[in-house]
Antibody
Framework: EVKLLESGGGLVQPGGSLKLSCAASGFDFSRYWMSWVRQAPGKGLEWIGEINPDSSTINYTPSLKDKFIISRDNAKNTLYLQMSKVRSEDTALYYC????????????WGAGTTVTVSS | DIQMTQSPASLSASVGETVTITCRASENIYSYLAWYQQKQGKSPQLLVYNAKTLAEGVPSRFSGSGSGTQFSLKINSLQPEDFGSYYCQHHYGTPYTFGGGTKLEIK
């Protein structure tokens, strides 16, 4: 079964840092572009960024480029999101998603991990 | 960045009805448009890609259409499991952007 499982969310103070993980199983993780997408409470979906299979290309949405770092470890079948200088507006459910091999939409999503920024 | 505008933001309908959700792109995205369904407390699920191609396992009562800047998702004969939120997303290069969503509720 193809599966993505996020972890690492929790309560973080404003200005702090947090690293999220996404464990992949059931498919050849090393062949796929992977993305992070977030959803603030009661709001819509916001794409954060993506990383290509060999980590040579990482794209971010411009407004978040200086806040997040995406990385991956193909040996561990794991995607990461390093968050820094967090603010209350970063409170959200963070999803990892698999981009299809031949096109740029998302065919597999994890269940998400919740990040709450509060003092 | 390409902006995606969805309408309506919310929609109330009854089982058996037909509904249409629209999505407008701020510039030409050809047919690079996907639709997702999100049920309460769940992650988004792919419904349609390339504007009109149904994802695997999606019932035929769903259909997508459009190209360029105007797109729509039509659901024929609504079923109880169809209620939830729907999002469009352009997949014409980065940054990918989503529409604001349409919440489909039971009347």
């Amino acid at each position: 079964e193809v599966k993505l499982l996020e972890s690492g969310g929790g309560l973080v103070q404003p200005g702090g840092s947090l690293k999220l993980s996404c464990a992949a199983s059931g498919f050849d993780f090393s062949r796929y572009w992977m993305s992070w997408v977030r959803q603030a409470p009661g709001k819509g979906l916001e794409w954060i960024g993506e990383i290509n299979p060999d980590s040579s290309t990482i794209n971010y949405t411009p407004s978040l480029k200086d806040k997040f770092i995406i990385s991956r470890d193909n040996a561990k079948n794991t995607l990461y999101l390093q968050m820094s200088k967090v603010r209350s507006e970063d409170t959200a459910l963070y999803y990892c998603a698999r981009r299809t091999v031949v096109d740029w939409y998302f065919d597999v999503w994890g269940a998400g991990t919740t990040v709450t920024v509060s003092s | 960045d390409i902006q995606m505008t969805q309408s309506p933001a919310s929609l109330s309908a009854s089982v058996g009805e037909t509904v249409t959700i629209t999505c407008r792109a701020s510039e030409n995205i050809y047919s690079y448009l996907a639709w997702y369904q999100q049920k309460q407390g769940k992650s988004p699920q792919l419904l349609v890609y390339n504007a009109k191609t149904l994802a695997e396992g999606v019932p035929s009562r769903f259909s997508g259409s459009g190209s360029g800047t105007q797109f729509s998702l039509k659901i024929n004969s609504l079923q109880p499991e169809d209620f939830g939120s729907y999002y469009c997303q352009h997949h014409y290069g980065t940054p990918y952007t989503f529409g604001g969503g349409t919440k489909l509720e039971i009347k």
